[in-house]
């Protein structure tokens, strides 16, 4: 990294745009000022227009949580099924276990093995070896785009199977679900799912081949941890630092800032700050629950039992993906299909908090129930939204080492650095743009 | 005329999920042959690589909610030679639009604590509301199949095969129970159009409208039916007034629930 820290362009100034961030899901922007070859200031800027969803759950029913808050994001419905599922069950004072409870967590395998999946083939992956898309990097690496989408569709496979269809599931309700699948239904994904361990391995030893910049920060991660699972939908929220509390103590140790230039609310851990959630976080805090499989492979692919280095998340996606396809091998295998597909969930008034594993990290739900189950208020928190201020704070930690670099390098540096995160702006509220300003006229805050 | 080129397809952005967008990347099977027979010369959320316009196909999603996408979207229509919205969001503004209903100011205050700072309009609006647009295609989240058969109707100048009919003529078809009279769960199946394989009644659930009212949709003598099942009309009006709020048969059956309530 020596002549990286030279700043070429000291005593000049120059502003670079790109008005959209591409692969990333939904509408975000960067800023980037940059003076006399110091950099200024950086703002992660979110345009995705509000939708309102805490305003208009207001006067809705309990049992429309599920169905309602799926609608913020296409890419992670089942996450947001999952956390509202269990703040209304806390709320209800119900409680869902036995096969109900392992297929919630077959579900959420799926959606993560398709949420990883698209990330680290199609949305990650071609910028460290400089493609503009997946189909471009098709083109001299069929087999392994091939082999990245055969494995997505098998986490679809799952959430097709289980929840009805993967974008919007139909079958996810409060209580466990309306329809429960028979032994033979779940069997048939084994084939395909012993494949998926292999390929899931296969994709993270190659992905530990890539090119990673040597770029660690003081992170504090945060995820959830679970006395005795790789965390899905249930556990305590632990920090690398010293935080250990239940989910219902949530909003008395985060925060939500709202700033003028994102449509997005800022999170902060209560007098510490910025903190990180995520793949990155959950392994790091939860490798000893791995599987010895995954564990085996991480070691293999050079990661210890943390990884502090955020462009080698793509590594840890792969190695939450093989976690994910022999959990879900795990599930079928001692499947007894339960009598009844949903456990009562009667209107019953008062507060309840969930908060689950998204593929991108915790998602905190917290809602006000009414006599009748009319839901008062409610509050949501995406994981998105939780780390763009460590966004930002990896760029402020990135930038002044690449200022050698073109324009054009340093607008892809700066989205691969976003992109560590996939991030989810429809999550966060929602495409980003990119404003390098290096001082010039044109400078657009 | 023969076709020197590939045909361009671009991908749009508006107030939506990304959801029906993603279906274009859940065609695994599909995604790479399509991406040999057409240009997808501008899809961000898969590439970086943007081709400028005119191009051959847009598919619009998500709903128009600011002054500057009430703006953009004109610019996409001059681009585009065929525009179809995909999506409820895009066909009758989504489930965002059920501030429609409400005071917008009011939703923004709820939400965020420098209402000052964000930029909306009072409603949220379809596609169409603005622009001409040549096809529709519904649901919440829009069906790959219809997707497919849509964007190759139009590359291959035929008209679109998306049936109008009701939900309830798939189910017949896939031989599954019907729950409205056998378990006398209230479905919306008979007057919602088709398209998604008749899922919720597979599941043993009752349809809740992902893909909006199918053509002349008898709400009426739906709402005798539900009401003859102990459902009330605030339970009727909660049904229409999800992610086809805005869709006007659903719209209009609610508000005249809503006038009842409240003579």
């Known amino acids: ?445 | 005329m023969a076709r020197l080129r590939k045909p361009k397809l671009a991908v749009w952005k508006f107030s939506s999920c990304d959801g029906c967008q993603l279906s274009l990347l859940d065609c695994e099977s599909e995604l790479l042959a399509v991406a040999g027979a057409i240009d997808i010369a501008n899809f961000p959320e898969a590439s970086r690589a943007v081709t400028g316009g005119p191009y051959d196909l847009s598919l619009v999603e998500g709903s128009i909610t600011t002054p500057h996408d009430a703006e953009r979207i004109h610019r996409v229509r001059r681009l585009s030679r065929f525009l179809v919205s995909i999506g409820a969001c895009a066909t009758a503004g989504g489930i965002q639009a059920l501030r429609n209903f409400k005071d917008v100011r009011d939703f923004t205050a709820m939400v965020y604590a420098r209402p000052e700072y964000i930029d909306t309009l009072a409603r949220s609006t379809p596609i169409a509301d603005h622009v001409p647009v040549d096809f529709e295609l519904r649901g919440c989240p829009i069906s790959k199949a219809q997707l497919l058969e849509v964007a190759s109707a139009f590359l291959n100048s035929r008209r679109p095969n998306v049936p109008t009919y009701s939900v309830c003529m798939e189910c017949k078809r896939k031989g599954a129970t019907c729950v409205l009279v056998a378990s006398t769960t209230p479905c919306l199946g008979p007057v919602t159009q088709a398209g998604c394989g008749a899922l919720c009644p597979s599941y043993h659930r009752g349809c809740y409208g992902c893909f909006g009212p199918m053509e002349n949709a008898n709400t009426d003598s739906l709402n005798q039916r539900w009401q003859a099942l102990g459902a009330s009309a605030a339970d009727l009006v909660l049904a229409y007034r999800t992610f086809n709020a805005c869709a006007p048969a659903f719209r209009d059956a609610a508000a005249g629930l809503d006038a009842e309530r409240r003579p």
């Open chain 1, 1 to 445: 990294m020596t002549d990286a820290n030279m700043p070429r362009t000291a005593r000049t100034t120059r502003t670079i745009r790109c008005d959209y961030l591409a692969r990333v899901e939904g509408e975000g922007a960067l800023y980037v000022r940059i003076r006399d070859g110091c950099l200024q200031d950086v703002k992660l800027k979110i345009f995705e227009p509000p939708r309102f969803f805490e305003a208009l759950l207001r006067g809705r029913r309990h049992l429309e949580a599920p169905d309602i808050t799926a609608r913020i994001c296409g890419i992670c419905p089942v996450a947001y099924q999952m956390s509202a599922c269990h703040a209304i069950e806390n709320a209800l004072g119900i409680t869902v276990g036995g096969p109900l409870r392992e297929l919630r967590r077959l579900l959420y395998c799926g959606e993560w093995i398709e949420s990883h999946v698209l990330h680290v083939f199609m949305l990650h992956a071609p910028d460290f070896l400089g493609y503009e898309s997946a189909i471009h990097m098709a083109r001299d690496h069929g087999d392994l785009v091939q082999m990245g989408l055969r494995l997505k569709k098998i986490g679809n496979d799952i959430g097709a199977l289980l929840g009805g269809r993967e974008i919007h599931p139909i079958n996810v309700r409060v209580g466990g679900f309306y329809r429960v699948p028979e032994r033979r239904e779940l069997q048939r994904l084994v084939e395909d799912l012993t494949w998926a361990c292999d390929a899931a391995e296969k994709a993270a030893r190659w992905v530990a081949t890539l090119p990673f910049p040597d770029f660690e920060q003081d992170y504090e991660y945060v995820a959830l941890r679970h006395p005795a699972e790789y965390p899905f939908n249930e556990g305590r929220l632990v920090s690398s630092g010293a935080l250990d509390i239940a989910v219902s103590e949530y909003e008395q140790c985060f925060v939500e800032e709202h700033v003028a230039h994102s449509n997005a609310l800022h999170s902060a851990m209560r007098g510490r700050g910025a903190y990180f959630v995520g793949p990155l976080a959950r392994y790091s805090l939860n490798f000893a629950r791995l599987t010895a499989r995954a564990q085996h492979v991480a070691r293999a692919c050079g990661l210890g039992e943390t990884c502090w280095n955020p462009f080698q998340s793509i590594i840890v996606r792969c190695i939450e993906t093989l976690y994910a396809c022999e959990e879900a091998l795990r599930i079928i295998a001692s499947y007894e299909r339960p009598e009844r597909p949903f456990v009562d969930a009667p209107a019953f008034p008062g507060r309840g908090f969930g908060c689950t594993e998204a593929p991108r990290g915790i998602l905190y739900h917290r809602y006000q129930l009414a006599d009748d189950g009319t839901i008062t208020d409610a509050r949501i928190v995406p994981p998105t939204a939780q780390n763009q201020k460590t966004i930002e704070n990896d760029l402020r930690g990135l930038v002044p080492r690449y200022l050698d670099l073109s324009d054009s390098e340093l607008q892809w540096r700066c989205e691969q650095a976003i992109r560590n995160y996939d991030p989810c702006i429809s999550c966060a509220t929602h495409f980003l743009r990119l404003d390098v300003d290096r001082g010039g006229a044109a400078a657009v805050p």
